[in-house]
């Protein structure tokens, strides 16, 4: 006979696994949610200890699903080593959204086929459709709200993207911004047709009227797909006179 003692302890482990488990999930999907993420970041978004952090971020290293870097620090730079930041590996982006990543790359083996490279980069331009038109409805209400904070070209793209699930943000870089996508949604399947990462950047660069650089991308294997968008030269003028008639008023 078993002791029945022991059944409340069996549950109780089994509750308590199933909730590290869940845990773990939150945290991972708030490092995709908000890209690269310190462990203090991580415990303020989610209510727990840095003790608790700590322990499921270890859990997911050692399962793969994220890796850790030092946190880039834009301009100066104070005393001590930068603190670390997670960010998911491709096995951790791997859970969210990509169920059908064999039905497509399936789909485009038999379009190239049958229509060739040049049908795959029509297709691929198509589904940048949705994303434009995100970005001017973006660009028209923060034009149309003068109480609204000013959006950079380059947030309001970031924005329409978030929107169609890149999960996307804008940090500052050197003569310009760098728009930073955090997740997408078919990043195996532009690892083997880039046609889809190539349909992407030109369309932010006609969207934001100036040529971007592709720094990196997730479909390559970088831990975030990077964009630099310069500054646009004549709004660089613009706020050169700005700022030297200013100068002169002072």
């Known amino acids: 006979m078993k002791n029945p003692g022991n ?7 089994g509750d308590a696994g199933s909730e590290d488990a869940s845990t773990r999930q939150r945290v991972a999907q708030s490092i995709l949610e908000h890209g690269p993420s310190t462990a203090a970041d991580l415990a303020k978004r989610l209510g ?6 700590r322990r499921h971020l270890d859990g997911l290293a050692a399962r793969g699903q994220i890796t850790s870097r030092e946190q880039r620090i834009y301009g ?3 005393r001590g080593r930068p603190a670390k930041v997670f960010e998911l590996t491709d096995a951790g982006r791997a859970d969210f959204y990509q169920a059908y990543d064999k039905l497509a ?4 083996q038999a379009l190239t086929r049958t229509g060739g490279a040049e049908a795959v980069t029509e297709l691929a331009r198509s589904r940048m459709v949705d994303v434009e038109a995100r970005y001017r409805s973006i660009r028209e209400r923060a034009e149309r709200d003068a109480e609204a904070e000013p959006l950079t070209p380059a947030q309001a793209l970031a924005a329409a993207l978030s929107d169609e699930g890149y999960v996307a943000s804008t940090q500052p870089a050197v003569a310009g911004e760098q728009v930073c996508q955090h997740h997408c949604p078919v990043a195996h399947v532009a690892a ?3 046609q889809l990462c190539e349909a992407e950047t030109e369309t932010f660069s006609r969207l934001l009227g100036v040529h971007v650089q592709r720094l ?3 479909a390559h294997g970088d831990g975030v797909c990077t964009t630099h968008v310069p500054h646009d030269p004549e709004l660089v003028k613009q706020r050169m006179k700005q700022q030297s008639i200013a ?4």
């Open 7 to 13: 059944a409340p302890l069996e549950t109780a482990a």
């Open 48 to 53: 727990l200890t840095a003790a608790a952090i």
């Open 76 to 78: 100066a730079r104070g």
């Open 105 to 108: 790359i399936a789909a485009l």
């Open 192 to 194: 083997q047709f880039p």
């Open 216 to 218: 990196a991308t997730i």
């Open 247 to 250: 100068t002169e008023g002072n």
